[in-house]
């Protein structure tokens, strides 16, 4: 099974660090509202005793903790690695090293120098955290489907609307045909009236939004490229994304739907137009030229 495979046959170097995901215990925590019964006790066994688990074969992890071989190997690739092997290593990695910014939970005695630094260690968190997840294959296929499209649409409701107003902004200010629609009933009427022509970007932290879901169902039926914004996998919004760009924040007792999120996804949107900018440079530039000019009118 998983450690069957000899260790002389295990690629080396920049191969093997390839296999690695970054950050593997926030990723369990971070998808482990998503999981499966079976998944669940999986990972609570991990985030238990991570050193214990580097220890063990798989076949031990599975005896330990009741599930099947086949479901510690789904588990992993889950997770982004192709098998069991991939996650000690992650394990091993995650360990050794020292954690910059521990996310702590606020407690009702905080004083505010003390709220301020857990929010605030908790954002960088969530950044870090976000980096080590984002695939930028996604983001370039992401870049692609925008710059190829006729016309964008940026859905979000929620905590998540002001997340596609920004897009929208940013996107016109480098010359994109684009709409930020916010409203649930104007989502699923815009939605259907996608084309092949037309991308969507949906942002939804949760990925379980019923309106976010529904729009994004009724663009990819329509032949829209759907590119989906979350935190979370194997959420019901995925059956609808072409592409998928993750984020990694945490949501705490006081701090549901917290900056942590958002400010994830408004670095991640950063990214994605910064990268579309760079794709078609000289357009991009002139129209941030000309759109400077028309704004500072707006100024004294």
Do not use: W
């Not at 609570?44 to 991570?50: G, N, Q, T």
């Not at 996804?265 to 900018?277: E, G, S, Y």
């Amino acid at each position: 099974m998983g450690d069957a495979t000899n260790l002389s046959q295990k690629p080396k170097g920049k191969a093997q660090e390839s296999l690695i995901v970054e950050n593997v215990l926030a990723r369990i925590r971070s998808s482990y509202k998503s999981m499966g019964p079976t998944s669940k006790v999986v990972a609570d066994f991990i985030l238990a005793d991570p050193n214990a688990v580097i220890a063990m074969s798989v076949t031990e992890l599975s005896e330990a903790t009741g599930a099947s071989q086949g479901s510690v190997v789904n588990f992993c690739q889950n997770l982004g690695m192709p098998g069991f092997q991939h996650l000690k290593l992650s394990l091993a990695q995650a360990v050794v090293q020292p954690v910059q910014y521990i996310h702590e939970d606020l407690n009702r005695d905080d004083d505010t120098e003390t709220v301020c630094r857990k929010v605030f260690h908790g954002g960088i968190q969530a950044l870090r955290d976000s980096l080590s997840v984002l695939d930028p294959k996604a983001l370039g296929a992401a870049v692609s489907a925008l710059r190829a499209a006729k016309r964008i649409e940026i859905y979000g409701i929620g905590s998540s609307a002001p997340i596609a107003e920004d897009a929208h902004y940013r996107m016109l200010r480098i010359g994109l045909e684009a709409k930020a629609v916010t409203d649930s009933h104007i989502q699923a009427i815009s939605a259907s009236r996608t084309s092949p022509e037309v991308a969507v970007l949906t942002i939804s932290h949760t990925g379980a939004t019923r309106e976010t879901v529904v729009a994004t169902q009724l663009a990819k039926e329509a032949g829209a490229t759907t590119i989906v914004l979350t935190n979370y996998a194997r959420t019901p919004i995925q059956a609808f994304a072409d592409i998928t760009l993750f984020t990694m924040a945490r949501e705490t007792l006081f701090r549901t739907e917290a900056m942590t999120s958002r400010i994830a996804q408004l670095c991640v949107i950063d990214a994605l137009i910064a990268a579309l900018a760079l794709a078609d440079y000289e357009r991009s530039t002139t129209t941030l030229r000309e759109t400077f000019d028309v704004l500072s009118l707006k100024r004294f």
